[in-house]
């Protein structure tokens, strides 16, 4: 049976990256310049829903953390405390740590205090927090009592065992008498909020006392709590929250900030807040039928029970409760605490006379929310693979009813293109249930780039384009390395110090952009820098120096990027905690290609490097021509050709005896035989009336495959290779055909850059020949 409070855990923490990723939108907002309001609004809102949630499960650290970072927010919220560039320098490191102690708490683990420490001495000498407010982050277990007559009631009864000790239980009872009063003072702003827990809102992990402390953050308070709903104790369900609250708010705070110390439960109470005005009532009314909790009828034939009624108040001020592991709260002047009897007389609904703002249930919203539901990625996946097995069994079905030799026009043709449509139509919903906005990994580049250029001494701005762009979950999970190795390197070694920027005539602050977006049927992710390039010259020395190329080579301006790709190359001159080990590029590039894509290096001396990574859109399935190359079948990805056609003489122009290059359109394109660069046959003699593939790369150049025939155009599923065979250049991996016959799915723009360099740059070769 599965632990509720585990779900619900599971459930916050999965709500606190949402909150998160909130927290970080808003913080670059303001970075950018946006500091109105709601944008502040959004980032204490993130902090302050954290802390709530994390007080209910009792994560001290994360609250003690969030609630100064809180403080320090609220600071700005009110206009008490202007941020300038520094201190969101230190907003953003605090969001960091945030992160930190959430995932710390979800993984059950710690983070030390040498890093929260010194981020919350910064924020107290930034913001001016008094020390008082540290001190008064500590708190007891509370032991509130009440007397209650209990011997009458059960006279009778014989040799009646001890009754358990009812002194730690957080109750609280006075008689209407008692009640303070919660008449403004001299025409002190505020509010009267009246407030229903729901049993759901306990179930969750919540308490009311968490929000009342929150309540006295903003001002003085009062609260008067309303019991008259309690049963007698033989029908007491310990499930049900029996009891409400009417508190009285004393704040120069605008509305919005009481409501949002409700919005953690939002939808787990009946709640109403209006503005105060003319004198408080002297007495908590009941509470109306429509939202007081169920309370189970005396059966017909006896008397109604005498509400239960101590004999003297014990609810001490609010100040001085104090809860098992409860989170800290600044220390406020709060008016003391108050409750009534059983017997109050006067009404007590959700109309109250000060309800000029109208009422407001938190089960309901103003604007209708799209309904979502959170699935465990398994599921996801198993779903995935069988969509899969679905597509294979439509291929071979397929397959079958063609030997059959059936007409297109017969009833189970027909059917069998219905069936085709429909499974493309399941496919493709699929894929879109796990592609994901890159918005998330993105964001964490920006704390990569503020710890690598505080490291360095330098100033990096990160730009960032394009984070809506959805991508497969997988491929997001296994780009953050990559990614994060490529950022690194761009501030270590792409941008100057910033003296040496001041002298070539640039800003003092260096500048890193991310961007992605949908090309050619693929996924581009581009890091752009714009420091001072590649040095060329020096990046030829140190491969000639490491042996890497011969002496005499003949090199271009691309293959000598590409050498940054090489095991064991680097050009630093000194060994940093970032980079200069000569590990990192290579790996980066092995990365990408495990994942079906490429990465190129594209760079202006004194302008700038740009790395750009080119992925598939999914890793499960897709759309591909499959051809006949030395009786061998292969797919070519359908998204990499351009067009197809058959060459006449006239097309054909030979560069060497092994080399011809194809005339299309009156530009030349070359030509590649892949029958003969797979290791399937020697080169042919003549290519006059073959077909070719013309194939389109990313950075616009072109060439043309050489097959023997055109077979088909299906979609196919995607099966690896790297576990069996590790990465072989030009294949991207392998799929099921119809005929149950294995193919090799063709990374074309892979084999055409393999083709090109491959007598330039010395480096390992596979195949799967042989």
């Known amino acids: 049976m599965s632990d509720p409070m585990a779900e619900i855990r599971a459930s916050f923490f999965i709500e606190c990256e949402e909150l998160l990723e909130s927290l970080q939108d808003g913080l670059q907002m303001m970075d950018d310049g946006d500091t109105d309001s709601e944008t502040i609004n959004v980032v204490f809102r993130a902090v302050h829903s954290i802390k709530g949630g994390a007080g209910a499960f009792g994560l001290d650290d994360l609250v003690r953390f969030a609630h100064r970072f809180e403080t320090a927010m609220d600071e700005v919220r009110t206009g ?4 300038d560039a520094e201190a969101i320098r230190l907003f953003f490191a605090c969001a960091d740590i945030l992160g930190d102690l959430v995932r710390a708490a979800r993984d059950e683990e710690t983070v030390s205090e040498d890093i929260t420490g010194p981020a919350l001495e910064k924020i107290d000498v930034l913001v001016g927090l008094e020390e008082e407010e540290e001190e008064a982050l500590d708190f007891t277990p509370a032991t509130l009592s009440f007397d209650l007559d209990v011997g009458g009631d059960l006279g009778g009864l014989p040799n009646l065992p001890d009754l358990p000790d009812l002194s730690t239980f957080p109750t609280a009872f ?36 968490y929000l009342f402390r929150a309540l006295r953050d903003l001002g003085d308070i009062s609260v008067v709590c309303k019991c008259g709903a309690l049963p007698e104790l033989d029908h007491l369900n310990p499930d049900t929250g029996y009891l409400s609250w009417m508190v009285t708010v004393h704040t120069e705070e605008a509305e919005l900030s009481v409501r949002e110390v409700f919005e953690f439960v939002d939808g787990l109470c009946l709640l109403e807040i209006s503005p105060l005005s003319g004198p408080a009532p002297t007495a908590l009314p009941e509470l109306t039928p429509a939202v007081s909790a169920p309370v189970i009828p005396p059966e017909p034939e006896q008397a109604a029970p005498t509400p239960l009624v101590p004999s003297h108040p014990i609810l001490p001020p609010l100040a001085d409760i104090e809860m098992p592991n409860a989170p800290a709260a600044p220390v406020v002047k709060s008016a003391p605490i108050a409750s009534v009897s059983d017997d109050a007389e006067d009404e007590f609904s959700l109309s109250s006379p000060n309800a000029t703002s109208g009422p407001t249930k938190t089960t309901g919203t103003p604007t209708q929310p799209r309904a979502t539901v959170r699935v465990d990625l398994e599921r996801i ?7 899969g097995e679905l597509v294979i069994n439509q291929a071979m079905l397929s397959q079958s009813v063609a030997e059959a030799g059936l007409p297109p026009n017969s009833p189970v043709s027909t059917g069998l293109e219905e069936f085709l449509q429909l499974t493309r139509d399941i496919q493709e919903s699929v894929m879109m249930i796990r592609a994901q906005p890159i918005k998330s990994l993105f964001q964490r580049m920006g704390r990569i780039v503020r710890e690598s250029s505080a490291s360095v001494g330098k100033e990096v701005r990160l ?39 001041l002298a070539a005539g640039k800003p003092r602050e260096g500048h890193v952009t991310l961007t992605a977006q949908h090309r050619s049927g693929r996924i581009v992710i581009e890091v752009a820098d714009d420091g001072a390039g590649i040095n060329r010259e020096r990046v030829k020395e140190k491969a000639i120096e490491k042996g890497l190329v011969p002496a005499d080579a003949q090199l271009s301006d691309s293959d000598i990027d590409n050498l940054l790709f090489l095991p064991g190359f680097s050009t630093a001159s000194a060994i940093s905690n970032l980079s200069g080990r000569g590990v990192g590029m290579d790996v980066v590039r092995s990365s990408i290609q495990s994942l ?35 009786d061998e079948t292969l797919v070519v990805p359908l998204n990499a050709i351009l067009e197809t056609l058959t060459l006449t003489d006239g097309d054909l122009k030979a560069l060497g005896p092994e080399t011809h290059v194809v005339q299309i359109r009156g530009g030349f394109v070359p030509l590649l035989d892949l029958g003969a660069e797979l290791g399937y046959r020697s080169p042919l003699d003549s290519y006059v009336g073959g077909i070719v593939l013309l194939i389109g790369q990313e950075d616009g150049n072109r060439a043309a495959l050489a097959v023997d025939a055109i077979e088909d155009q299906r979609q196919v599923v995607i099966k690896g290779l790297e576990g069996s065979y590790g990465r072989v250049p030009g294949i991207a991996a392998a799929t099921i055909l119809g005929d149950g016959q294995i193919a090799l799915i063709l990374d074309p723009m892979d084999l055409v850059s393999q083709a090109s360099g491959r007598t330039k740059i010395r480096q390992p070769q596979h195949s799967l020949v042989g």
Do not use: C
């Open 80 to 83: 008490r405390f202007v941020p």
């Open 174 to 209: 006075e008689t209407e008498d008692e009640i303070t009063d919660l008449s403004p003072v001299g025409g002190a702003k505020g509010f009267q909020v009246i407030f229903k827990p729901e049993d759901s809102l306990y179930a969750s992990g919540n308490e009311p006392l």
């Open 381 to 387: 996946d198993r779903l995935v693979n069988l969509v």
């Open 463 to 501: 730009h960032t384009d394009g984070e809506n762009t959805e991508v497969d979950k997988t491929v997001i999970e296994r780009l953050a390395d990559p990614l994060t190795h490529m950022i690194r390197n761009a501030v270590d070694h792409g941008l100057e110090s910033p003296e040496v920027r």
């Open 596 to 630: 079906g894509g490429r990465i190129n290096i594209t760079s202006q001396e004194g302008k700038g490097t740009t790395f750009s990574i080119s992925l598939p859109l999914t890793l499960a399935v897709l759309d591909g021509m499959v051809v006949r190359v030395a």
